[in-house]
C-alpha cells in the first residue's frame, strides 16, 4: 500500500489508525489511544484542574451523557445538569457522532466564556442552558458524607480508628490530598 497506492499515502493518518486499530482490538472500554491533539486535555486531567463547566461526561448507546457533576460548587450543578441528561447540542451543534473528546473539546474553553447546552433529561423535558465556564478542580478524594460546612467527614468510627477514604482520581494533587484526609 504504501509503495503502489495511487496518491501519496498520509504516513500520520495511517499511523495513527494502526494505532487505533490495535487498542480497538482489545475490546477494554478503559484503554485509549491519545492522539496528541487531545494531550492537551489529558495533561490538564492529570494535574487537577481545568477551565469547564465541571461534569463527567461519557458516550453511552451513541449519545453524550451527563455522568455526574463534580461537585455542588459547579456551574453544571447550578445549571441544572442531571447525571444521565442527553447532552443533545453543544453551542448550536448536534452532538449526533460525537466522541466524548470532541464533546469535551468544546465545552472546556477560557474562564469566564460561556458555552450553551441543549439537554435532555431522563423524563424528556429539555433545556438549554447557558454556562459560564470557571476554574474547576477535580476532587481527588472524597469520605462517606458531608458535614454542616459541607466538608468531607472521613472517620467512621472514632473509638476504632476506623476511617473511609475514596481515591476518585491519579492526579498531581491526589497524594497531598490523600495524606491530608488521611
Known amino acids: 500500500l504504501v509503495r503502489h497506492y495511487v496518491e501519496e499515502p498520509d504516513n500520520k493518518a495511517l499511523q495513527q489508525g494502526a494505532i ?31 477551565s469547564g463547566i465541571g461534569a463527567e461526561i461519557d458516550k453511552k448507546d451513541g449519545h453524550i451523557i451527563i455522568i455526574t457533576p463534580l461537585d455542588e460548587q459547579t456551574p453544571a ?57 470557571q476554574r474547576i478542580r477535580i476532587p481527588t478524594v472524597k469520605g462517606f458524607r458531608r458535614d454542616d460546612q459541607n466538608q468531607w467527614i472521613y472517620l467512621l468510627d472514632s473509638k476504632a480508628g476506623v476511617g473511609y477514604v475514596r481515591l476518585m482520581q491519579f492526579s498531581d494533587p491526589a497524594a497531598i490530598d490523600l495524606r491530608k484526609a488521611v
Not at 465545552?107 to 424528556?124: P, Y
Open 20 to 50: 487505533r486499530g490495535m487498542i480497538e482490538a482489545f475490546k477494554d472500554p478503559y484503554t485509549d489511544y491519545l492522539p496528541p491533539e487531545s494531550l492537551v486535555q489529558f495533561d490538564q486531567q492529570t494535574r487537577g484542574s481545568f
Open 77 to 133: 450543578f447550578q445549571a441544572g445538569l442531571l447525571p444521565g441528561d442527553i447532552v443533545l447540542e453543544i453551542d448550536g451543534k448536534s452532538t449526533e457522532g460525537f466522541s466524548t473528546q470532541e464533546a469535551v473539546k468544546l465545552i472546556t474553553g477560557l474562564e469566564g466564556t460561556t458555552v450553551t447546552l441543549k439537554i435532555r433529561h431522563a423524563d424528556g423535558s429539555e433545556i438549554n442552558p447557558v454556562i459560564k465556564r
